[in-house]
């Protein structure tokens, strides 16, 4: 969520009355809503108050998908949904540690990955394609299924598997990777370094529509159809 603080509660100080604030929060759905002062950040100075609200779950869980990977500046890992929305903040995430990335998309998605950033891409649905690639340092993966199957033997001994879905059931045939299930915790200054990368155009979510409240059941079947960007309900 994303909004404008109207009260604060007892012993409430890092906030006040009139903060610009978003948050990984339940029960958002409502003009106004309770939120706890600890998941809450400022939105950085210049950046939409209402696109702010498609930042917090998908920024860091990208985020913090591509830190589970270990990687390092000047070794290769590959992004699988990196024209996703979590995929997209983990790219972003790689390049800034100097990694090399290669990004792993339907063959149709190739042009949207170099726009997202990605140094290669290769189409997760070619056999030949994923045959020809060179061993990887580490995977961040956002889709799963058969296609981390086929991925996980690509990753050399002592590399990563971090995966924000299933591990691979193929792991077990490969002891010398390390396999990650990363499940996403808000985190302050992860949150506000991507917002920031947004605000900057360094990052981009793409926001798909903007809807009204009342039509929140609506929204949700536009986003169950899917390829469309971020849904944002709006009071």
């Known amino acids: 969520m994303s909004g404008t603080v109207v009260e604060v509660g007892p012993g409430v ?76 903040s983990a790219v972003f995430t790689a390049k800034a540690r100097g990694a090399t990335v290669i990004a792993g998309v339907l063959g149709r998605q190739s042009d949207q990955a170099k726009a997202a950033g990605a140094d290669q891409v290769v189409a997760t649905d070619d056999d030949t394609a994923i045959a020809s690639l060179a061993p990887l340092d580490a995977v961040a993966d956002s889709v799963g299924g058969k296609t981390a199957e086929k991925l996980i033997g690509k990753v050399k001994p002592g590399g ?62 536009a986003a169950e159809k899917g390829g469309i960007g971020k849904i944002l309900l709006v009071p």
């Open 13 to 88: 100080e890092a906030f006040t009355a009139g903060n610009q604030v978003f948050a990984m929060a339940d029960n958002t759905y409502a003009e106004l809503c309770v939120v706890k002062a600890d998941v809450l950040a400022d939105i950085p100075e210049g950046l939409d108050l209402v696109e702010a609200a498609a930042l917090p779950l998908v920024t860091v869980t990208g985020n913090q998908l591509l830190a589970a990977t270990e990687i390092k500046a000047g070794q290769r890992v590959m992004v699988v949904g990196a024209v996703g929305n979590v995929g997209r």
């Open 160 to 221: 990563v598997y971090a995966s924000v879905v299933e591990a691979p059931q193929s792991a077990a045939y490969y002891p010398s990777v390390k396999v990650a299930h990363v499940f996403s915790h808000f985190d302050r200054q992860t949150l506000q370094f991507m917002a920031e990368a947004v605000r900057d155009g360094k990052l981009v979510i793409p926001i798909g529509r903007k809807m009204p409240l009342s039509q929140a059941a609506q929204a949700h079947a």
